[in-house]
């Protein structure tokens, strides 16, 4: 089941509630569980500060207080059966009070530190990670993912049609790591530019690409002077597959389902960062040879700073 997205709404606050660690004045933590979109609330999950004897559950409303608290920092852990443990840092102050929302979905591991954007692809262009990168939508349809949930992923028609996320900074920089579902049509063009922040064929930028019946990853300098690229061989196949790119200063590596394909093109000199201003595109790129996109359906996309492990990338798949 693809996960649904949960926000978590926290307000601190103070009370002049005697306490033996503070003397008249003591820190409140109250807030609700809620469903991200709907706003319906969770009722009955458990919300504790860890490495203390505090906790409670929502009610009925999804609402939950934690009184009596010695200020100071605390994790607070909300405990969702069957999708996972989700954590905060907060600071409790006297006379203080605060709002702050943060991101959760159950099933994908909250605390898979790095996050920089998270697309569900589940109808829209919306990052649902800690950044808020939305993306607009040029055309791109909503379809049926890989668990047969309707309108959950996204179909890209490989002529026009794309999600466009503005350009920043740090989508430039190494390293970063991108995870996503792919379904290329047997009808897809070969060579086709699938996703990436790159103005093809400038050879400055990073992007994955399908080209001689292979899956294609690289990232690209001084006009493909110093690159690193990889590939897996992989014939467009109307399935769902699993690609995981990672890009550092070492070089380019695809996870093509369960397999690790390591790179076939090394830096000849340590990269420095791209300086290109395009967009990162999903499902398209800008190509000055007019090159199409992917004809086909993306989902679950995520960007990382970081190079995620073996094992972090086995758990994205099976998730």
């Avoid at 929502?58 to 609402?63: L, V």
């Avoid at 905060?88 to 530190?113: A, C, H, M, Q, Y």
């Avoid at 954007?117 to 589940?122: E, F, I, N």
């Avoid at 340590?270 to 992917?294: A, C, V």
């Amino acid at each position: 089941m693809k996960p649904l997205l949960l926000a978590l709404a926290l307000t601190l606050g103070w009370s002049p509630v005697p306490s033996v660690a503070l003397a008249g004045e003591t820190a409140v933590a109250f807030g609700r569980v809620v469903e991200q979109r709907t706003h319906e609330p969770f009722e009955g999950v458990v919300v504790e500060l860890s490495g203390t004897s505090f906790w409670t559950r929502t009610d009925a409303h999804g609402q939950f207080e934690l009184g009596n608290l010695t200020p100071g920092i605390y994790q607070l852990v909300v405990h969702i059966p069957e999708w996972g443990d989700f954590s905060k840092t907060v600071n409790l102050k006297v006379r203080e009070e605060k709002t702050t929302e943060f991101v959760v979905w159950p099933g994908i591991r909250s605390d898979l530190p790095g996050m920089l954007a998270y697309y569900p692809m589940d109808g829209s262009a919306d990052d649902v990670g800690p950044n808020g990168w939305h993306g607009v939508n040029h055309g791109a349809t909503a379809t049926t993912d890989r668990n047969g949930r309707s309108a959950a992923a996204m179909h890209f028609d490989g002529k026009t049609q794309r999600i466009e996320v503005a350009h920043r900074d740090r989508l430039n920089e190494l390293p970063l790591s991108i995870a996503f579902w792919v379904k290329a049509e047997t009808s897809v063009v070969d060579p086709s530019m699938w996703l990436g922040k790159y103005l093809h064929p400038d050879g400055d930028g990073w992007c994955v690409f399908y080209e001689y019946q292979r899956i294609c990853a690289g990232y690209f300098r001084d006009a493909f002077a110093n690159s690193a690229r990889s590939h897996a061989t992989y014939k467009a196949d109307d399935q769902w597959h699993h690609v995981v790119v990672t890009m550092d200063t070492i070089g380019t590596v695809i996870h093509f389902d369960d397999a690790r394909v390591p790179q076939v093109i090394a830096y000849r000199k340590t990269p420095t960062p791209t300086k290109n201003t395009e967009p990162m595109f999903i499902g398209y790129l800008n190509s000055r040879l007019g090159t199409p996109g992917l004809k086909g359906c993306i989902d679950e996309l995520y960007v990382f700073d970081r190079v995620l492990t073996d094992e972090e990338i086995e758990e994205l798949r099976k998730k």
